[in-house]
Structure formats: structure tokens, C-alpha cells
């Protein structure tokens, strides 16, 4: 965990009070690090050179967002979003018995070339790094909150919209990973993104996306307002708050070039059965903080942060009363091979 140690003290707290929009330009240079967390920076290296990319944020209530054309993530990016994203690969890691479901354990241990999609703060992929030294890991995400100085060799990452392109040849990466861009897609935006990861990926190789939904089971009317609103916050951006349910019938079993297609669905326990149900909850409680500038546009009376907080610990109490689960949908497939004539 050493790396991801030296990501926490690289990624230095700068909180901007006003709610303002700034633009930093972002060039892929060698040798050059600037941290991107601070407003006035201007440089990030990254793990090739390219061509330049414009990151642009704005501030609101307090939070650091992207304010990217064309990229619909609306959580934050700031450094309280990235620790909890740290913190949320280690309960997704236990709830799910590891870091992946494909059956490519032997494979990793002698070297293969792996993607994981809208990566963040890269938490899967510096311990994939870690775990598995021979194997290459390359990370791409919209918004650079990935470590770009202390990281394993073996690790990459690349400034990218899955949306729209990625920088890879065809039939590249022997697996390719991705996971919770509920947040983070379009339907087009959706559709384009798996034709993408799918067109990377080897014949034969493995594909694996795992996603939440908002049908959420045994939910109490506190805790379903709150869905309820960001629901419409994602529909309002032609976003999917049901992805979980309809990735597998309708984008991924609708795709020709996948075989083998399983889902694995579990239901994550929100502050119930034991410590990893109240981690679990916390680790939502926290998204919900960052998400409050979208909550009160369909619930004006939470608009008081005190009386929205308070609200959450309503809706903690609730969910250990309602019994609360989040379902989780992890499927994974393989590419077909190239047929030969």
C-alpha cells in the first residue's frame, strides 16, 4: 500500500470558497508534474506523450467539479471524492471476494496488458500493479485525479474520454475492466463506450463492467426521496440510473462480438449486517454530500447543508431499519476470436 500512501501526500488539500470556473491546460510532457488538485497549475505528466488536453472545473458549494464539454460525470473530483474512492475499492474488494470475477488469475501472474476504464484515483489499478508485476495496466479517465509520479512501473495512465475515443489500436488489451460509471455515461454516451472497449480489446480476451442501479431493495421514503431526486437529476442528462439491470440485455448481449457472457449480482447491505454494511453506508453517505448541489434542485427544503446532514443521518437510521441493499451487477464476458478463412 506503499504507493497509494505517497498518492495521499501528493495530492495536497487546496479547497477554493468561490464557485467559479477555471481552465487548466494539460500537456502530455515527460518528466514535468504539477499538481492538477491546485487551480493555478497548469502541467501534468502522463505516461506518453500526446496531444494536449483541455481539463476546465468549476466550484460549487464548497465541492470541485469537471466542467469538461462533452464528459456527464457530475460527482466531484476533489481530494475528499478521491479518498472515498480509495476507500470504496477496498469494500467493493471484500463484498465481491476480489478485485475481478474472470477466470485469468494465471494469466496475470505471467503477463498480460490490461485497461481499466474511467480508472479515477486508480486504486484497482496500482494494486493490480502491485499484485501482479509482470502484467501491464494502463488507466484512462477523463479528469486527471491518477497518480502521475510515484506509481509501479508497470502502471500507466492516459487522459481519455470512453465516451467518445480511446488512444489504444485495435485488439490491444488481453482484459479490460470498468466500473460504476452510473455517474459518468450517457445511453450514447454508453453505447459508444462499449463499441470502444470492446474494439481495444483482444480476441479472446476478457471484459468485465460492473455497474450499480437505483432499484434499490427495502428502501424507506427518506432514503427513496433522495434516490428518487438524483434519478431525475440523471434522466434530465439522458443518463441511466437503471444501468445495472439493462447493461447486460440491452448493450451488452446485443453486441455480436461477445461470448460467454455471466453476471455475477450480489446486494450490498447499507448500514446493516455487520462493519462492511457500515462502511458501505458511509461510502454513500459521502457521495451524497458531494451530490447535494443536485439533490436540492427537486428538494429545495434540504437546501441548508446542517439540515440536509442531518437529514442523511435519517436516512442511515432507516436503512438499518427497511434491511436496505443496493443490488450490484458485475458481468464479464470474452471477444469472440477472429474467425480465419
Given at each position: ?11 495536497i ?20 508534474t ?20 483541455t ?6 458549494g ?49 503477463g498480460?496488458?490490461?485497461l481499466d ?34 506509481k509501479?512501473q508497470?502502471?500507466h ?16 488489451f488481453?482484459?479490460v ?5 452510473v ?14 472497449l ?43 440510473p437503471?444501468?445495472?439491470?439493462e ?71 432507516e436503512?438499518?431499519?427497511?434491511q ?11 471477444k469472440?476470436?477472429?474467425?480465419v478463412?
Amino acid at each position: 500500500m506503499g504507493f497509494l500512501s505517497a498518492i495521499r501526500l501528493w495530492l495536497i488539500k487546496n479547497k477554493d470558497p468561490n464557485n467559479k470556473r477555471i481552465t487548466t491546460r494539460v500537456k502530455k510532457m515527460e518528466g514535468a508534474t504539477t499538481d492538477p488538485q491546485s487551480p493555478a497549475s497548469s502541467t501534468l505528466s502522463t505516461s506518453s506523450p500526446s496531444s494536449g488536453y483541455t481539463v476546465s472545473h468549476k466550484f460549487e458549494g464548497g465541492r470541485r467539479f469537471q466542467d469538461i464539454e462533452n464528459v456527464a460525470y457530475f460527482l466531484p473530483n476533489d481530494n475528499e471524492e478521491v479518498d472515498r474512492l480509495h476507500q470504496q475499492h477496498w469494500i467493493i474488494k471484500a463484498m465481491m471476494g476480489g478485485n475481478y470475477q474472470v477466470p485469468i488469475e494465471s494469466k496475470l501472474q505471467e503477463g498480460i496488458t490490461v485497461l481499466d476504464s474511467g480508472c479515477g484515483p486508480a486504486t484497482w489499478s496500482l494494486e493490480m500493479a502491485e499484485m501482479y508485476p509482470n502484467s501491464t495496466f494502463y488507466g484512462i479517465d477523463a479528469y486527471p485525479v491518477f497518480p502521475t509520479g510515484v506509481k509501479p512501473q508497470n502502471c500507466h495512465f492516459e487522459l481519455a474520454n470512453v465516451s467518445e475515443s480511446l488512444p489504444y489500436p485495435d485488439n490491444y488489451f488481453d482484459f479490460v475492466h470498468q466500473r460504476l460509471l452510473v455517474f459518468g455515461l450517457t445511453r450514447a454516451g454508453w453505447e459508444n463506450a462499449i463499441s470502444e472497449l470492446i474494439r481495444v480489446l483482444k480476441p479472446g480476451g476478457y471484459l468485465e463492467i460492473s455497474e450499480c442501479d437505483f432499484d434499490f431493495a427495502r428502501s424507506g421514503p427518506k432514503y427513496k426521496r433522495i434516490m428518487d431526486s438524483l434519478g431525475t437529476a440523471l434522466r434530465d442528462k439522458t443518463m441511466i440510473p437503471l444501468i445495472g439491470g439493462e447493461l447486460g440485455p440491452n448493450f451488452l448481449e446485443k453486441n455480436d462480438q461477445l461470448e460467454d457472457l455471466k453476471l455475477k449480482k450480489k446486494f450490498f447491505p447499507m448500514n446493516h449486517h455487520g462493519k462492511l454494511g457500515e462502511l458501505f453506508w458511509d461510502d454513500l453517505r459521502r457521495g451524497f454530500e458531494g451530490m447535494h448541489t443536485w439533490v436540492i434542485k427537486e428538494c429545495p427544503d434540504l437546501q441548508d447543508r446542517e439540515v440536509y446532514l442531518r437529514y442523511l443521518d435519517e436516512c442511515a437510521t432507516e436503512c438499518t431499519e427497511y434491511q436496505t441493499d443496493i443490488p450490484w451487477y458485475c458481468y464479464y464476458g470474452r471477444k469472440k476470436a477472429e474467425l480465419v478463412n
